[in-house]
């Protein structure tokens, strides 16, 4: 079993930064990638960005490029999402996710059904 904790979820004014983080611990051996999505009320669930395990590619939704940016320390096993020019539109519980399919690829990066493993959420709130 693999564990996700998020932390780093707040209130922030429209165009503030946050920065989200998301510890994984537990059998984290045979891990894919991680990443994050986001859910608003009354909404589907929507893929954020996600990131190679070994750190070297890194995915991202098309509206969010630019704004969003996701990273690894593989010391902490910990992934960020760094957020900035932050807008009430990213107002969401902001989940990780994690997966150790083998069939993971660029292709199935955005699909939430390929990450097998999934934190509680954190919530952010953008203030206008």
């Known amino acids: 079993q693999v564990e996700l904790v998020e932390s780093g979820g707040g209130l922030v004014q429209a165009g503030g930064s946050l920065r989200l983080s998301c510890a994984a611990s537990?059998?984290?051996?045979?891990?894919?990638?991680m990443a994050w999505f986001r859910q608003s009320p009354g909404k589907e669930r929507e893929f954020v960005a996600a990131?190679?395990?070994?750190?070297?590619?890194?995915y991202y939704a098309d509206s969010l490029k630019g704004r969003f940016t996701i990273s690894r320390d593989s010391a902490k096993n910990t992934v960020y999402l760094q957020m900035n020019i932050l807008k009430p539109e990213d107002t969401a519980v902001y989940y990780c996710?994690?997966?150790?399919?083998?069939?993971?690829?660029?292709?199935?990066?955005?699909?939430?059904?390929?990450?097998?493993?999934w934190g509680q959420g954190t919530q952010v709130t953008v203030s206008s």
């Open positions: 996710a994690a997966t150790d399919n083998q069939f993971y690829n660029s292709g199935t990066s955005y699909l939430k059904g390929i990450y097998n493993y």
């Open positions: 537990g059998r984290t051996r045979n891990m894919q990638a």
């Open positions: 990131i190679r395990w070994s750190g070297d590619s890194t």
